[in-house]
């Protein structure tokens, strides 16, 4: 047996992804993602996996989940299943989540797929981090805090716990912010 293999998974059930479709379509004028994002496949590719059917438990070690312009890496994950349509998945240990033109870094996150795409992810550290390039400047707004939360169809992280945010120039910190990626604007509580 090969030391490492790699597993690929599209989404290719016909009947979810023309349900997603049109779910897709109208979170796409929402939200920064390539239109239609459902649509694109999903390719899981993991160094090594182990799968507890009694349990219905999947653990993937060095894992990469890709679709379209975003992608979730860590050195483990582990779900209840392969069905992205409606999962759970935590991962653990150097977990990146890159969006188009940003990122999330962090120790843990929990992430949940709905519609065969990313919904929201739930990352963690000490601290966690996000940063994203700034449209119409070459700079980069980067936070970081204790939680952050990114929802994908309201377009926002939330940073929480010793929140930061800074565009370079100004810094604005606080217990809770929201950021709005497609607006750029942060509001503080």
């Known amino acids: 047996m090969a030391d490492s293999f790699q597993i690929r998974v599209r989404a290719l059930l016909a009947c979810a992804a023309l349900a997603a479709c049109a779910t897709a379509q109208g979170a796409a004028d929402k939200s920064p993602l390539p239109a239609g994002n459902a649509r694109l496949p999903i390719d899981l ?7 507890d059917y009694k349990n219905n438990k999947l653990l993937f070690r060095r894992v990469t989940i890709k679709q379209g312009g975003m992608q979730v890496s860590a050195a483990e994950a582990s779900a209840s299943g392969l069905d992205f349509e409606n999962s759970q998945w935590q991962l653990r240990g150097d977990v990146v989540i890159v969006v188009p033109d940003g990122r999330l870094e962090a120790a843990t996150a929990d992430v949940s797929f709905k519609d065969n795409q990313i919904a929201r992810a739930v990352v963690k550290g000490s601290p966690a981090s996000f940063q994203q390039q700034l449209k119409d400047r070459n700079q980069l707004a980067k936070g970081r805090g204790a939680t952050i939360e990114y929802d ?10 010793d929140g930061w ?3 370079g120039q100004n810094e604005i910190r606080g217990n809770t912010l929201v950021y709005d990626i497609v607006k750029q604007r942060v509001t503080a509580n």
């Open 45 to 51: 590719q993991a160094a090594s996996s182990d799968f």
């Open 152 to 161: 994908v169809a309201a377009s926002t992280v939330r940073l929480t716990g």
């Open 165 to 167: 945010l800074s565009d």
